[in-house]
């Protein structure tokens, strides 16, 4: 094949072929042609968060062995609950996922990895294994295919600049030198490129937050549609570069839900749309009854899927904070005060006006002759926050899904729970404790056909429990040094 001359991907260039299809051999030849020096194998543990084992390069066989066989490592240091006992686990590279580490103090080739018990099947409670088995539940049941890419936002932490100050709430899209940061994002959209991680764009967001000793400024990454497996990778991909980036700039960063209670908390909203055979299935001329039935669907389990979404107590501290939080559980187009919303996207009626409004004289080669690939509308879900899991996340979606397509009910539920209905519409849960709750009631629909391993669910029950209820929300409500306490517990979640 020809690799387009754009593609930002360097192991694609040098190998002149799509990352998907990279085998062992493909990568002793990246490494050998680029002189590697290091093989760091990356996983996502029981946290969320990104690890790594980090395997210098002695040989060529020996790089043959990590590549094609991975590692074992101690599951019960990595997953809370897991047996001592038993705990020895494979990690297994996923070839596909190479790419070239852009930080470390030794040129290294990292390459994500899946887990594997004791006698070689996939972990059940390792959170990629989760996520596929989700995604495979909704295609051999459907057809379909759920892809999903996700809205970060975070803040940079730093200095008051004295130079064009931030102005509060005032930083969507802002440019520099107002914006403060923006060095920050490009350098993120440029290592991510390079990583593989699909991107959209990245800009300022509202958030700008001016204390005594300090500015907070907003900013968000929004990544492309992929399939839910890959969506998530690349959320934890771009958390980490987001860090690594700011402390080299000397900036903190947080993802935290709350920051302050005068401003903007960072959300994590996931957009999504069902494909089959490389065509979008949730739209016709408009938003089409598989639209609808996804997203009654996600209504319908909303509650529940605040355990993976909505996993600290500050998360419940930005849905009464926040002026564009979810108000209820209902949907509207473009109606931002829902919990989903069926966002603009591009039509081919409006576009070619558009565009010789804009240019006046323009050449008819000018106009786009055919629709994209696959039609840009998605349905997005506004509930995640910073501190979600996000493979859960993604995994909970995906059975949401698969259930509501298969309701019968599915299209009553979604015209009873529009915004346009004007009712009063039932709430999200206010506490960790009640989103426990509130899993607990719908376990039986994630643990269905084996997509979350009972013991996982148990243990998300646990966490969330221990992080408290609605006696804590109450104290921090009144008591402003309790929530100041609360938010930096939970400043680096995620």
Known sequence: MATDVLEPHPLVRLLDKPAH???VDDLVRAVEELGLE???????????RLKTIAFPITSREHLVGVLARGERVDGSSIFPGAATEASDVYIV???RTAFLNPFGERRSLDVLCSFYDQDGQP????????????????VRETGLVLEAFGELEYYLVGEPDRVFPVEEERGYQESAPFSKGQRVRE??????SSMGVRLKYAHGEVGNILEEHRQLVQHEIELWPVPVEQAADALVLAKWVVREVAASHGLEVTFAPSVSPDGAGSGLHVHSRLVRDDASAIVDDGLNDTGRRLIAGYLT??????AFGNTVPTSYLRFTDGDESPEGISWGETD????????LAWTGDVLPDMIAHANPGTPESDVPSHEPAVHPQTIELRLGDGSADVHLLLA???VAARVGLADPDALEKAERLGTDAHRRFEQLPTSCEESADELEKQRKVFEADGVFPASLVDQVLEELRAAGGAKLMKKVAKDEEARSDLVRRYWHVG
């Open 21 to 23: 299809t990279f085998t």
């Open 38 to 48: 290091q093989v760091n194998l990356r996983y996502v543990g029981g946290d969320g």
């Open 93 to 95: 590279p996923r070839h």
């Open 123 to 138: 972990l059940s409670y390792a959170r990629e294994q989760v996520v596929r088995r989700a995604a495979d539940a909704l």
């Open 187 to 192: 350098q993120v959209l440029g290592h991510l």
């Open 301 to 306: 389990h909303a509650k529940a899927l605040t």
């Open 336 to 343: 931002r005060t829902g919990l989903v919303r069926v966002p």
């Open 396 to 398: 909970g979606m995906a």
